[in-house]
């Protein structure tokens, strides 16, 4: 099957409140990643303008220049997802749980050796560097809803693929979804009008179940400089990584008019993405007076090279004991290569010290997300899908803003501290406070000789619609979901 027919097809993952083509809407979710970090940071949130931490390695480099020993730390991280779905005026409740590593890093100091008599705290101080791998998203996701539809089957939406594809049936090719659906006795075919009809019933009863799994990365090697205690530069390269897995079902039972008889149909779609790219980050913080820290980075787009693989199949059974009649078809498989490349980001942020007893930060991200481009890949030069998607990312991204705010406390060698964020909607046509992603989180540090141990709660919320299939004219059912990814974070680290 051509590629130009999959996109006017069920998607399998949908873009909150449309249904965008396939690659466009996860271009986007691989876009939308957040910076790896320590615990510390993770309760924090904000640190572009704070440094002195191992996250510096895969945020802003810079601030690797304000360590004055070596160090090391991981970050293991528990996951629990919770997606509480209402479709048709029916609530579904989804979970999962996911353990990973959220961040590992060590930086190794390096102090400028400087002659007898010269000042110490002036000139160049320290030449460090740093290494670190920054888990920058989770896709640990069980996405599930059910309901009674009083108006449509997907039977309506696999009569207008056929209709609008192709011609009479000996024109469906062997193994797609419509020909699939046609064998299936689903949809039938009205010679008078050239058009294809649903053969199924109302009051059908309809189920989805997305699974998702894998995750994001970065590897990052790092370099940051320490001039006279006041200018720290840095800089790094991101090699990184996408392993995302999608296993979805879609569920319905109902009443065939054409064949008189109960249906209960299975349509399963399979999808596997995995990436590599490369990017950068250059960053700096300035220190005007002892108190205050000034940091900015510029993240450059990450250039991926991707390979999909995508497969389907439907199969319907007849009968109240579902072996009267049986249609059972043989998996179709699509597999695709791109290149994908995601937006630039710049940041910028501030800390503000109180003494030694701790401090507030606050963060501003810029991101425009219509800047995202697909090209092709060796061997898969199908530049319709190029272009379609292209297209897409145009007509419905745009920039968006992404800020955060936190403070850490100090009380002898016990920490606290507490953050909030929000990551600005992407989108150019759906309401801006729905469809942002808020994060809220606190944590606990503390520190004994040379070694810390931190503990991090963090919790993220976000909106999202998904429609198990889409007709034209409009009437698609559609899933409104409100999704809680709720995350604990330890970090063990050592000066060295």
């Known amino acids: 099957m051509r590629f130009k027919i999959l996109l006017s097809m069920v998607a399998i993952v949908a873009a909150a409140g449309e249904l965008h083509a396939q690659y466009s809407a996860d271009a986007l979710r691989f876009s939308q990643t957040q910076s790896g970090s320590t615990a510390r940071f993770k309760a924090i949130g904000a640190q572009t303008g704070v440094g002195g931490d191992l996250s510096s390695i895969g945020s802003n480099p810079a601030g690797i220049g304000l360590f004055t020993k070596s160090e090391f730390s991981f970050t293991p991280e528990f996951n629990s997802f919770n997606a509480d779905a209402l479709y048709l005026g029916k609530n579904t409740v989804g979970k999962k749980d996911q353990l990973g590593l959220a961040h590992a890093a060590v930086v190794w100091n390096s102090t400028v050796s400087k002659p007898k008599g010269a000042k110490l705290d002036e000139g160049w101080i320290s030449f460090n560097y740093g290494l670190g791998y920054n888990r920058t998203k989770a896709f640990g996701d069980n996405i599930l809803f059910s309901g009674t539809n009083t108006q449509t089957s997907i039977a309506d939406y696999y009569a207008q693929l056929a209709t609008t594809n192709y011609g009479a049936p000996n024109s469906l090719p062997s193994g797609s979804l419509e020909r699939m659906a046609y064998d299936n006795y689903l949809i039938g075919y009205d010679n008078s009008n050239g058009q294809y009809f649903p053969e199924t019933d ?295």
Do not use: C
């Open 202 to 496: 109302v009051n059908n009863v309809q189920t989805k179940n997305d699974l998702r799994t894998g995750s994001q990365g970065e590897f990052n090697f790092a370099f940051g400089a320490n001039y006279s205690n006041q200018f720290y530069i840095g800089a790094s390269i991101g090699i990184a990584n996408i392993n995302y897995t999608v296993n979805s079902n879609y569920k319905e039972k109902g009443f065939n008019v054409t064949e008189n008889n109960n249906y209960d149909m299975s349509y399963r779609q399979y999808q596997v993405t995995k990436g590599s790219g490369i990017n950068a980050k250059l960053g700096a913080i300035y220190r005007p007076i002892p108190t205050v820290r000034l940091g900015a980075t510029i993240e450059s787009p990450t250039w991926y090279t991707i390979d999909d693989s995508y497969s389907e199949v439907l199969d319907t059974k007849y009968g109240k004991n579902k072996v009267d009649s049986q249609f059972l078809n043989k998996d179709e498989t699509y597999v695709f290569a791109y290149n994908l490349r995601t937006p630039l980001k710049i940041s910028g942020g501030i800390g503000i010290f109180i003494n030694t007893q701790g401090f507030i930060s606050a963060d501003v991200d810029y991101v425009d997300y219509s800047t995202i481009n697909f090209s092709t890949a060796p061997n898969y030069d199908d530049q319709e899908v190029i272009i379609d998607n292209n297209r897409e990312i145009l007509n419905n991204y745009k920039s968006a803003i992404n800020y955060r705010i936190g403070a850490e406390y100090k009380i002898d060698k016990l920490m606290l501290r507490a953050g909030y964020g929000v990551q600005g909607n992407p989108y150019k046509t759906l309401d801006n406070d729905r469809f942002k992603i808020s994060s809220y989180s606190g944590g606990l540090g503390y520190r004994f000789n040379n070694i810390y141990v931190d503990m991090t709660y963090q919790q993220i919320v976000y909106n999202s619609d998904i429609k198990p299939y889409t007709l034209n004219p409009g009437n698609s059912p559609m899933a409104v979901i409100k999704n809680t990814r709720n995350n604990v974070f330890l970090t063990i680290g050592r000066r060295f």
